[in-house]
């Protein structure tokens, strides 16, 4: 069980600390405690409370995925023939297969998933679309937009 000092859960000091290692989570433990105003071992015990309480999920790395993955960033609104267990199970199972998918929602309003899928270029794309996407049973629309550039990308808005 993690004791917070607030009980209602992460305080000002917690927040300030989730978004500092959300900026920079390779910053030195040294380091995160001069900006916050505390000495190591609080800071520490801090960080520790927030892992176990599972405000902080892990660290990663930013990668370009530009030069990984590709240029092409697509956003695919994806409808469904209904909405049964077994359609949306087999859809989800089926696109968590799918390398190209860096992140899937699922959505209120008239698609049912919202995709984000990156490809070296158009080719990729289609390749994608007529190789995998079609193929998954219980698609019914495919409406494809193309992104032309990221104007921005924060860590996290609740910070």
Known sequence: MVNFTNEAGPDKTDRKIMQLLARDGRMAWSEL????????????????QLEEGGYIKGYVAQLDEGRLAGKVSVFVAVTLVNQSEEVIQRFEEQIALS???MSC???TGDADYTLRVVVPDLDGYQHFLTRTLTRIPGVAHIKSSIALKQVLMRPSPLL
Do not use: C, D, N, Q
Not at 33 to 48: F, M, N, Q, Y
């Open 33 to 48: 405690a001069e900006k916050i105003g505390l000495s190591l071992t609080p800071t520490l015990r801090r960080v520790r």
């Open 105 to 107: 929602f699922l959505m």
């Open 99 to 101: 390398p190209e998918v």
